[in-house]
């Protein structure tokens, strides 16, 4: 009885250690248009052309690369679905785009894909969200990681921890 009282503590024990390691590695990240947990440590830079900027937050970790655009275009644009729609069509990405939906996420309209494509002899996975915020702002929160890899999980977290402001 003693033997297992005393492995009974150990798995509770190891259990409580993984579980505070899983979660060390999360990285809540906030900004004036959005908050949102990363995998790991965010990085940031930002694009400008001549017609939008865009505001890149990224984190990579051994497993997942997680990214969130906040882009904001110098003209209005439709806050409906053929909007997000259009930044899915368009998506530079290439390989073969599944999964398509659309929806409202915190009543916003989005478009959601998965690309599945190879980078020398490499099949990898692109999970998008192209959400439509207003007149002037979208946001793009995307995965990318080995196919081989079941992603689903950090996915789920990544993008059910979005609060758009």
Not at 20 to 32: E, K, R
Not at 89 to 101: C, H, P
Not at 146 to 161: C, I, K, Q, R, V
Request: hydrophobic fraction near 35%; charged fraction near 15%; charge should be neutral.
């Amino acid at each position: 009885m003693k033997n297992f009282r005393f492995y009974s503590l150990w798995l509770v024990a190891i259990g409580l250690l993984l579980s505070v390691t899983a979660l060390a590695q999360s990285t809540p990240y906030s900004t004036p248009n959005f908050s949102a947990t990363f995998t790991g440590p965010v990085a940031t830079s930002t694009d400008t052309n001549p017609t939008n900027t865009t505001y890149n937050y990224k984190s990579s970790t051994q497993n997942v690369s997680q990214s969130v655009f906040v882009r904001i275009v110098d003209h209005d644009i439709a806050v409906n679905h053929e909007s997000s729609n259009f930044y899915a069509n368009n998506d530079s990405t290439g390989g073969t785009m599944s999964d398509v939906k659309q929806d409202y996420y915190q009543g916003h309209p989005f478009t959601y894909s998965c690309h599945t494509y190879d980078v020398g002899g490499v099949s990898w996975t692109k999970r998008t969200r192209y959400i439509i915020v207003n007149a002037r702002t979208v946001i793009f929160i995307w995965q990318i990681s080995l196919a081989a890899y079941n992603d689903t999980p950090e996915w789920t977290a990544f993008e059910n921890s979005l609060v758009i402001k």
